[in-house]
DNA sequence: CCTTAACTTCACAAAATTCTGAAAGAAGCG
DNA sequence: CGCTTCTTTCAGAATTTTGTGAAGTTAAGG
């Protein structure tokens, strides 16, 4: 009858979960991520599948379909999430790739690469000899710097991972 | 009389400059940054002696003193920008530390503190032994992971930076 | 000390963002 | 093919965020 009584095996502490859930989500929210997208992560995050449908989201986060839609659309995109069709239904299920979503984290190219760009004209437009234009340099180079250092340290989390936590 | 003639030593091509200014400031805002810290620092960034006043910045983004006195807070807050005093008068002056101020962009170290301690709290609520449990788990390893890294490769890049910059 | 220049704080107006309900659009299933 | 179930789009209400003017605070200079 207790609902606290039936944890292991039995259906989750939902309110446990949805705790955890919206305190994860506030410190992505802190850390930049939009409200509604860092809500259905989290959520997806402590599913037990690592995926759930649009529904199941909408009811344990309280928010409309149209809410789940735009997350999971910003989610999709920035390759947090993927999308997949439920074989002989019309429901989708999305899905945190495992160890793939932190790779996305990681994986700011895209930022840096027009960083790169932004600063390249601004050595360009404010002349490579004069102190701003070379501080614009210097960054620059930064940039360059950890763009490679981050590939290399990805593969040795590949490595040290599947170490610790087997291939799978 | 032709302002493009005098750029070398003479007053800089403000038009040019401030196009750069905005332009840089959109891709941080972009990247989360708020719009007048990004502006300000843009600012800062791209002017010759790495420091301005609080007239100097509002006279060129357009901005009120209200406006300034915000965005230098939050900057000085995350150690992107040190305020210093003009000796003898009560004017302020902002600068970008040089090199400093991207160590404090990778410097994440506080928030990254934040997200393992709620990943931690989720491997406790939600199990250890759950699936979900596990990949709390994993994550928390990969932070875990990553910070370490994160002060190694600065290490590196200081070295790479005096063998290429000077020490200065 | 009083004046004045400079910075900060605060309340509020304006602007941008976020989320929803409603309607339209796909896609399985009979 | 039409019905039904699910998802997406869209216009707008509600909330949040942002930047300003004005008043308040601090500190230099007479």
């Known amino acids: 009858m207790?609902?606290?009584?039936e944890s292991a095996g039995g259906a989750r502490d939902a309110e446990a979960v949805s705790k955890f859930v919206e305190s994860f989500a506030a410190q992505l929210v802190e850390a930049g991520m939009q409200r509604m997208p860092a809500r259905v992560f989290a959520a997806l995050l402590s599913?037990?599948?690592g995926s759930m449908t649009s529904a199941e989201l909408g009811e344990q986060l309280r928010i409309s379909p149209a809410a789940v839609s735009g997350a999971v659309r910003y989610l999709a995109q920035t390759h947090m999430v993927s999308r997949e069709r439920e074989p002989g239904?019309?429901?989708?299920?999305?899905?945190?790739h495992g160890n793939q979503?932190?790779?996305a984290l990681t994986n700011r190219e895209a930022v840096i690469k027009r960083w790169e760009g932004a600063l390249r004209e601004g050595v360009t437009s404010l002349g490579a000899?004069?102190?701003?234009?070379?501080?614009?340099?210097?960054?620059l180079a930064f940039f360059?710097?950890?763009e490679t250092e981050i590939v290399?340290?990805?593969e040795r989390w590949r490595v040290h991972r599947e170490k610790t936590f087997g291939q799978e």
Not at 90 to 95: A, D, G, H, I, L
Not at 129 to 139: I, L, Q, S, V
Request: charged share 40%; no cysteine.
């Open 2 to 5: 207790n609902p606290m009584t």
């Open 47 to 49: 599913s037990d599948e």
């Open 89 to 96: 239904s019309r429901r989708e299920r999305y899905r945190v």
């Open 101 to 103: 979503w932190y790779e």
């Open 129 to 139: 000899d004069t102190p701003a234009g070379r501080r614009m340099a210097e960054t």
């Open 144 to 146: 360059e710097f950890i």
């Open 152 to 154: 290399e340290m990805m």
